[in-house]
């Protein structure tokens, strides 16, 4: 017999496992693990600029022009919208009806960029701006940038925002794991996620607005957005615990952090994912929840009813199923316990 056949495990534990398990095992976990690659790899590799909005302003022959050259260069990068002047450029980022500008209205093309909103797609239209300022361009004067919507000074790149989108998603998992595990009683249940969905926001954006400097705008309002999001991933994820017990949490975990989290867009921008995977992402809490911070922290609120109105939406969503749950749980506890009343009252 070979060393290998030794089993450490005391011989009162059973038999060794089967080859034939170990393999399955093996390929359970190589399967897993190219789902992660791909989950989290996949969006990033194939990143891209795609439809785009970028506003042009400035008089329709100019900004005609610009919208012909910037589709010759890079076909579906962009969705142009034309607006007379500046000052409806600057609303239309203000209002995160677009990315950024393509400003001639002064005569001398200015790229305005809003690096708030997505410092990926900044990025992208500074890149521009100097293919607008390339010699020999005849249309296209020399090109200026101009910041409108920074980040904070401390995290100029928004890496603290894009990191923070994963703990957010992880903070309402194990909500509701832990109060699945510990703690008797839905009404307990429920109130203890509400209230770590509180205290959680709270904690979270103290710590990254006062302590990494990655938001501005007011803690409140911040605060008040990351505990929707973790409200909306927490009770969704009681919800599918309650109607299908503990594999509920794991599957819903599974779709948040395989399929929501990549797809979120936090780390670009929903436009940047390939294919039709950023609409996806913004219908996802993930999604939901880092674009509704970004609105809070940077905008003033602009651009926040859809996500809002996306979180709410899986928050009931996750109440009804919770409810449905409830109920059913307290009718199984009914009939068990006139069963046992009725087996006690039977004469011997």
């Known amino acids: ?44 590799v194939r990143s891209s600029v795609h439809a785009v909005p970028i506003a042009l302003a400035g008089p329709s022959v100019a900004t005609d022009r610009i919208a012909a050259a910037l589709e010759e260069r890079r ?81 100029p790149r928004g890496i603290g925002l894009a990191a923070g989108s994963l703990p957010l998603v992880i903070g309402g998992v194990l909500a509701a794991v832990v109060l699945t595990l510990r703690v008797r009683g839905a009404a307990r249940r429920l109130v203890g996620a509400l209230a770590f969905a509180m205290t959680g926001g709270l904690a979270l954006v103290a710590i990254l607005q006062f302590w990494f400097g990655s938001l501005g705008g007011d803690y409140w309002t911040n605060a008040g957005a990351v505990a929707l999001s973790v409200a909306a991933t927490a009770l969704i994820l009681l919800g599918l615990e309650a109607v299908m017990g503990l594999p509920g949490i794991g599957l819903g975990a599974a779709v948040l952090l395989l399929v929501g989290n990549p797809l979120s867009g936090s780390a670009s921008a929903p436009e940047m994912l390939p294919g039709w995977s950023g609409t996806l992402g913004r219908l996802l809490p993930p999604g939901a929840g880092a674009s509704l911070l970004r609105s809070t922290a940077f905008f003033d609120g ?33 009939t068990v316990a006139r069963r046992e009343s009725t087996v006690t009252a039977a004469p011997v």
């Open 75 to 155: 076909p579906g990068a962009f969705e142009t919208l034309a607006v007379p002047d500046t000052a409806a450029a600057e609303a239309a980022i203000v209002d995160r009806e677009v990315y950024g500008a393509i400003d001639v209205s002064g005569g001398r093309p200015e790229v305005v960029v809003a690096t708030a909103a997505s410092p990926a797609v900044a990025q992208t239209l500074q890149a521009l701006a100097a293919g607008l300022a390339a010699p020999g361009e005849a249309t296209a004067p020399s090109a200026t940038v101009r910041e409108l919507v920074p980040l904070p000074a401390a995290d």
């Open 1 to 44: 017999m070979s060393v290998l056949d030794v089993d450490p495990v005391p011989a009162t534990k059973g038999a060794p496992t089967p080859w034939a398990q170990v393999a399955a095992v093996v390929v359970l976990l190589t399967v897993a693990v190219g789902v992660l690659l791909t989950a989290f790899g996949l969006p990033a």
């Open 302 to 334: 602009a651009g926040a009813t859809q996500p809002v109105l996306v979180l709410l939406a899986w928050f009931s969503l996750g109440l009804v199923l919770f409810a449905v749950g409830a109920v059913r749980s307290g009718r199984a506890r009914l």
